[in-house]
């Protein structure tokens, strides 16, 4: 008798064991399904003659990114950099939201993400057609991601329409010192046309950026007032089926620019700026690219001598899939700035 209840416990013992073997393969593939791994890493090599401290190798990215689809409805990302900071050897969070689409035409996104915005602003640095952002994004909006909601809808599938509501800070600016900063708003309207061979973007955003009280040279308290903030752009593309493509892109806006953030502001009233972007690429074949870029920066209209006009040459070839080698040079006028060479390798997965 003893003999048989061990031979019925040793059988439920292995049922549970198989069945429990299964619900965790049934867990893990249905996780598998829902979460998507993905990153980049990017090594690159600058130099301006040893006439800048970053001159030299650094890891210039080195994301990883979890893609989620929770239902058919619901989906989300978040993508962490650990090569953020001066050192390139901090963690930071850069993507994470999440994004409720009903319907084929109509989508809610939530959360820190890029702004429906002109080329430079909107585009994930690993598919810049350039190595770098734009210089206007470097000054008014730095970190380039925003901090709130838009919605998305499809007049037809060739015309699309986007509003949003946003902290009117990006994530770097070096006024926002606090978790979330001030809880000053902007609104957003982006037009989206997409014709294939031609594509138009026009929109902008306008908000205020949060007064502050600081202390000038002497000690003596300094009271920055809040400014009017807003930016509208006009982007038009062209491509030909021969592998060409233009970009042009016209910035306007108006802001107090944040240089030296709350504890040392370098300027304290609003002013206009605006800046031209060009971009000519053309595609030799699916492994050699050429592309050259064209900015033409004013951060103050009212002021003189302090424009930066910047021309990009850029060589991308692509010898296997997610791998992107780049030889690129920049020439650079205004604002004390250096030319620089480059030499990147990076690596999709």
Not at 12 to 40: H, N
Not at 102 to 122: C, E, H, K, T, W
Not at 248 to 263: F, K, Q
Not at 264 to 278: E, G, K
């Amino acid at each position: 008798m003893v003999y048989v209840w061990h031979r019925v416990l040793a059988a439920i013992g292995a049922w549970m064991v198989v069945s429990g073997a299964c619900a965790s393969t049934e867990a893990s593939d249905l996780l598998s399904e829902r979460i998507r791994l993905s990153g980049v890493v990017r090594l690159q090599w600058s130099d301006t003659d040893g006439r800048q401290p970053r001159d030299g190798f650094e890891t210039r990215l080195a994301c990883l990114v979890a893609n989620f689809q929770l239902d058919e409805q619901l989906s989300g990302r978040l993508m962490v950099e650990f090569a953020s900071g001066d050192r390139a050897a901090s963690a930071e969070l850069f993507d994470a939201y999440v994004v409720w689409r009903p319907n084929a035409r109509f989508s809610v996104s939530a959360g820190q993400q890029l702004m429906p915005i002109f080329y430079d602003g909107r585009e994930r640095t690993p598919q810049l057609d350039a190595l770098e952002r734009a210089e206007v994004i470097g000054v008014y909006l730095q970190g380039v991601y925003g901090r709130g909601v838009f919605a998305s809808y499809a007049l037809e599938p060739r015309y699309q329409i986007q509003v949003g509501l946003w902290n009117s800070l990006t994530f770097r600016d070096p006024q926002l010192v606090g978790r979330g900063g001030q809880a000053a708003v902007m609104g957003s309207l982006n037009v989206h046309v997409d014709l294939n061979a031609y594509q138009l973007n026009i929109g902008g955003f306008a908000g205020r950026r949060p007064g502050f009280t600081s202390r000038d040279e002497s000690n003596a308290p300094l009271n920055v007032p809040d400014a009017e903030r807003w930016l509208w752009y006009v982007e038009q593309e062209w491509r030909t089926a021969g592998g060409l493509g233009l970009r042009w892109s016209y910035v306007r806006g108006r802001d107090r620019n944040p240089a030296g953030g709350v504890s040392n502001p370098r300027f304290l009233t609003p002013s206009d700026f605006q800046s031209n972007i060009v971009y000519v690429r053309y595609t030799l074949n699916p492994r050699h690219q050429l592309v050259a870029r064209w900015e033409d920066f004013d951060p103050d209209l009212d002021r003189s001598g302090d424009s930066v006009r910047v021309l990009g040459l850029f060589y991308h070839h692509f010898p296997a899939s997610g791998v992107r080698l780049t030889v690129a040079y920049e020439w650079q006028r205004g604002g004390n700035r250096q030319n620089r060479a480059y030499l990147a390798a990076q690596y999709q997965f």
